[in-house]
């Protein structure tokens, strides 16, 4: 059973955990390959991969949130916030999102996530094969959203506009071949839902998509509580629903990333448009079937049906 109640106690009794304050305040873009990956260098350094891979001791009752970029990160973080409260949306008002579920994977922050209590949150990007050794061993659990990959396209290719975490591409047609060849930071998306896939019969792994949450957000969210062994009453998760919505996140400055600097992302540029199908307003003919036959080509043998897959 997970029972959050001490982590916001917990974590209000050190100082308020510093997200960006050990990075520089640089707006230039840069990448460097770690294990054949792009990260950026704004947010992420070896040093930090390597401690997480190796050295980070991850805990029988950890939850791990993790994502590609752009595929409902925040949201999962926003529902799981309200989950840990019991649909009370006192702490999603109150404190910063990246507080709240913090980032694993980001420089600056490890004393802090050793010193936490249990259970802990962790939110993540990483690859199954970077990710940290001991979990393999352990318990914990996993929640690993995944979205059409032609709408985490272009909701990167925008997001690509308003960050210095990402290359300002020239063009749409440029940053197809980035997305498809997995220049992109976090590598192949390819690559990061196959290899996380491979845990998909595992006890300990739930399997959640974007267009899942969109079409069936309360039944979604009685998934992940079932998952969690977090019994909520019907008007709880009504609360969960309601408060984790487009729209009240993206009005609450706890959750919209308004209070994230510039160079992380344009104020007000977060909470984007937060739909399914999107590709289809920028795609052309050509390229959405030369996408189709890489997807096809890279996702065979794999055991899995996408609710995409159906469009
Ligand atoms: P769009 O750019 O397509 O609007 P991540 O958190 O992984 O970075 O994903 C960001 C994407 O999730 C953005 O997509 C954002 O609008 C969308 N999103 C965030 N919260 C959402 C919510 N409550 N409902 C639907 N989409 C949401």
Redesign the pocket.
């Known amino acids: 059973m997970v029972d959050c109640s001490l982590i916001s106690l917990i974590r209000g009794a050190i100082p308020p955990d510093p997200p960006y304050l050990s990075l520089s305040c640089t707006m230039s873009t840069d990448y460097f390959l770690h294990k054949g990956i792009n990260f950026s260098s704004v947010m992420y350094s070896e040093e930090r991969l390597d401690y997480v891979e190796n050295e980070f001791q991850v805990r029988d009752d950890d939850v791990f949130n993790i ?1 590609f ?7 999962m973080m ?1 529902i799981l916030s309200l989950i840990c409260r019991n649909g009370d949306p006192t702490w999603c008002q109150e404190v910063p999102i990246w507080e709240r579920i913090p980032w694993l994977d980001i420089s600056g922050r490890w004393q802090l996530i050793d010193k936490e209590e249990t259970p802990r949150f962790h939110s993540s990007h990483l690859p199954i094969q970077l990710f940290p050794k001991s979990f393999f061993t352990s318990k914990a659990k996993v929640i690993y959203t995944a979205r059409d990959p032609k ?1 985490v396209l ?2 990167l290719y ?2 690509a506009h308003e960050t210095s975490l990402i290359k300002t591409p020239n063009s749409f047609e440029e940053f197809v071949e980035d997305f498809l060849q997995g220049t992109v930071p976090f590598g192949s998306w390819f690559e990061h839902v196959r290899g996380w896939m491979s845990m998909k019969d595992k006890s300990n792994f739930l399997f959640i998509t ?1 267009e899942e949450l ?1 079409q069936d957000h309360r039944g979604t969210v009685m998934k992940i509580c079932k998952f969690l062994g977090k019994e909520l009453k019907n008007e709880d998760i009504d609360s969960v629903v309601e408060h ?3 729209n009240i ?1 993206k009005e609450n400055k706890m959750s919209n990333q308004s209070l994230a600097p510039d160079y992380i992302v344009n104020k007000n540029s ?6 399914s199908g ?1 590709w289809r307003t920028i795609f052309t003919k050509a390229q959405e079937e030369y996408f189709n036959r890489i997807y096809q080509e890279k996702m065979k043998n794999l055991d899995v049906k996408c609710l995409w897959d159906e469009s």
Do not use: A, C, L, Q
């Not at 970029?69 to 949201?75: A, C, L, Q, V």
């Not at 977060?270 to 739909?275: E, L, Q, T």
């Open positions: 994502t970029p752009k595929s409902g990160t925040n949201w926003e709408d272009v909701s925008h997001f974007y969109k984790s919505s487009f996140m977060f909470m984007r448009k937060g739909i999107d």
